[in-house]
């Protein structure tokens, strides 16, 4: 197999200086094919020799690598070796032989305490915000909290018409006029967190002046229960927390506006 190769055209001058351009001619590859597929291998063989160079060079690079960070892995570990048994030598010594003890201790309270608070209510806000919707010229003498703890369950309703609930509060006092029952009962019941308010008695007591006369001052002394419901627990101690335990100011603008 031949093939025809062009040779560029080149000048020739003539006689009398004129410059003629020359013809392509044809010129003949006589090279056998073998030597041309012999020398196309060689190359071929070059390029995979560089493939194969840099293929063992990324291995050799990876190998170092990973040599360096096992190395760093040990280094490492060792030291938390070390560090564990100085901790250990520590603890053999009498003088540190309570830590473990009161560690487990201080686990313990941690997950008891969530349940120890289950029932957990800031009973002076409510104590507050009762003696906010009192009637006027009215006064608390005493508080009784009828409650629920983790130990025991909630005390039963007093009255079929009550709803059940966590607790009771009962408290008792005295006012200088006959309480608006209906007013103030509707106020106790607008404190969030209360309801099933209710006037147990109201009865006119007198006072001895103290002259010997038997004539004194008179006032009404009541007594009034309250059922306090679980939506103001505070959970402080489980990871959620309740809204703000009572909004007196809204208990004294109902009390106001009735």
């Known amino acids: 197999m031949t093939a025809l190769l062009e040779r560029p055209g080149t ?7 004129a410059s003629i351009v020359g013809t392509t001619l044809p010129q003949v590859n006589l090279l056998p094919p073998e030597v041309r597929a012999a020398r196309g291998l060689r190359r071929t063989k070059r390029m995979l020799l560089f493939v194969l160079v840099g293929a063992v060079a990324l291995c050799v690079l990876a190998w170092v690598f990973s040599l360096f960070e096992a190395s760093s892995a040990q280094s490492d ?13 520590q603890l053999a010594d009498p003088k540190y032989a309570e830590v473990p003890l009161v560690l487990s201790a201080l686990d313990a309270n941690r997950a008891a305490l969530p349940l120890a608070m ?33 130990m025991s369950g909630a005390p039963l309703p007093g009255d079929p018409l009550q709803a ?21 009962l509707k106020a ?18 007198s006072e ?7 004539d004194g001052e008179e006032y009404y ?15 402080r101690f489980d990871g959620t927390k309740s809204d703000a335990p009572a909004d007196k100011s809204a208990s004294d603008d109902e009390s106001t506006e009735d």
């Open 11 to 17: 000048k020739s001058k003539a006689k009398g200086g």
């Open 77 to 89: 570990l060792d030291g938390a070796n070390a560090d564990k048994d100085a901790l250990n030598e």
């Open 118 to 150: 289950a029932t957990d209510v800031i009973w002076s806000d409510y104590i507050d915000a009762i003696a906010a919707v009192l009637p006027e010229g009215a006064s608390i003498d005493t508080f009784t909290v009828t409650y629920a703890t983790p």
């Open 164 to 184: 059940p609930s966590l607790g009771q509060i009962a408290f008792t006092g005295r006012s200088v006029t006959v309480p608006e029952t209906a007013a103030w």
């Open 188 to 205: 106790l019941n607008s404190i969030p967190g209360f309801q099933d308010a209710w006037l147990a008695s109201a009865a006119v007591t």
């Open 208 to 214: 001895d002046s103290g002259d010997g006369a038997g």
């Open 221 to 235: 002394t009541f007594s009034s229960t309250v059922q306090v419901s679980d939506t103001k627990l505070t959970h």
